[in-house]
């Protein structure tokens, strides 16, 4: 694929380093980008698009150009409560937030897209919709865009598309068909107990005792009851209980995540962890059933197989071979789907590397990856601007343009 507007963006790239540079240090956290969303409104004005609220904090961009398909892009706008420790000269100005999972780059790189898609109309005809998502991180935003009539407000997409900067090496772009990212569930357990002194644990039912008991049991989860082979999760985060040493508490709080690639596993797993819990109260002795409280939920990130051919293929045909590579799924979660299946349409989700390839590359030769590359929600996480940014960019026109190009 020839894209002679994507060969010379030195004066975009200059603005938008400084826009990403920005964005970087004023994170929001999730559902609160208000300055964000006016950032990028500001940034849409001198195009000739039509921008509309959608969602409280999402700004929806259609750009309409004849006749054609319509392609939805997305981009997520939120920051993470973390206090950033990458000592960059444009690090967060904002006390515990920071854009420590690479939206900033995301939102530069959809702006960038708008723009040359918006000036240089010849090369394709149909709509185009950029779609900038607040709200990612808690799984609340794309719920929030559908809830707020996101289907009846703009024109239905015949495909949605969306990337991540992951901590690989920059200037690679990594796809896959079906499953890429899991399904992503956190939970919290009460169970109950009988308070007594910690002297007389015979006049107690102790929460603790239990609450161990059920981590333990948890552990099986996967390794007896999940099928070998096939994919699951069970982590227990946090356990709370008690505040003094001689006191024996009323009862206590477990913190679940789960993640799965497939939905029968998924709720095979959720029912397993309520008969567990169960159980094990009930065999403790425990005076009131447990509670159950499912949150932060992510939907399966599963690629439409045709899409991601159609995607990859004219990644492949622009990039190279050599930078262009199928990727294993991802356990991180997102809810960008939310928004394709709200529409009953196809979608496709790919990554793009961000770790300055020297780097990158010595640290795989040493087998230190995991050691020496920052990866996401990491307070040390800093995408390579350069290349990043101008990939981004490049992926983002390259798909619309396999769908909206002119024959």
């Not at 240090?25 to 300055?35: A, I, T, Y």
């Not at 000592?87 to 904002?94: E, F, N, R, T």
């Not at 854009?99 to 185009?128: F, P, Q, R």
């Not at 309520?274 to 002795?285: F, H, K, L, M, S």
Request: with cysteine.
């Amino acid at each position: 694929m020839s894209v002679p507007f994507l060969e010379n963006m030195d004066e975009l790239l200059a603005r938008l380093r400084e826009v990403y540079r920005q964005l970087h240090q004023q994170p929001e956290l999730s559902m609160q980008e208000h300055k964000t969303a006016e950032r990028i409104e500001a940034e849409l004005a001198h195009l000739d698009v039509d921008v509309q609220r959608i969602g409280g904090t999402g700004v929806v961009a259609i750009l309409r150009n004849g006749t054609g398909p319509t392609v939805l892009a997305r981009a997520d706008t939120d920051a993470l409560p973390v206090d950033e420790q990458t000592g960059l000269d444009y690090a967060s100005q904002i006390d515990g937030a920071m854009h420590a999972c690479g939206h900033d780059m995301h939102v530069a790189t959809l702006l960038g897209a708008i723009e040359l898609l918006a000036t240089n109309k010849d090369a394709w005809s149909g709509t185009y919709i950029g779609v900038f998502q607040p709200g990612e991180e808690t799984a609340q935003g794309a719920q929030a865009l559908v809830d707020d009539g996101l289907v009846e407000k703009i024109p239905k997409p015949d495909v949605a598309l969306a990337q991540h900067v992951m901590p690989t090496e920059a200037g690679t772009i990594g796809t896959s068909a079906g499953p890429v990212l899991s399904a992503g569930d956190s939970l919290k357990i009460t169970v109950y107990g009988r308070g007594a002194h910690g002297s007389m644990p015979h006049n107690a039912i102790d929460p603790v005792v239990l609450a161990s008991s059920i981590v333990m049991r948890l552990q099986t989860i996967v390794s007896r009851e999940t099928k070998p082979g096939e994919f699951a999760v069970v982590t227990v985060g946090a356990l709370h209980a008690g505040s003094k040493s001689n006191i024996i508490s009323d009862r206590a709080e477990l913190l679940l995540n789960l993640r799965t690639y497939d939905t029968e596993v998924r709720k095979n797993v959720m029912t397993a962890i309520e008969r567990i819990v169960r159980g094990e109260c009930q065999a403790a002795g425990s005076p009131k059933e447990p509670e159950f409280e499912y949150y932060d939920q992510f939907p399966l990130t599963t690629n439409t197989p045709d899409v991601n051919t159609k995607i990859t293929e004219a990644f492949t045909e622009f990039f190279g071979t050599d930078v262009v590579y199928e990727t294993q799924p991802y356990t991180a979660s997102e809810d960008f789907s939310r928004l394709p299946n709200a529409f009953g349409i196809p979608y496709t989700f790919w990554f793009i590397g961000s770790v300055a390839p020297k780097k990158y590359r010595k640290a795989v030769e040493a087998g230190t990856v995991a050691q020496d590359i920052p990866a996401n929600h990491s307070p040390f996480f800093a995408p390579e601007i350069d290349p990043t940014l101008e990939i981004g960019i490049q992926t983002q026109v390259v798909a619309a343009l396999s769908y909206l190009a002119k024959d």
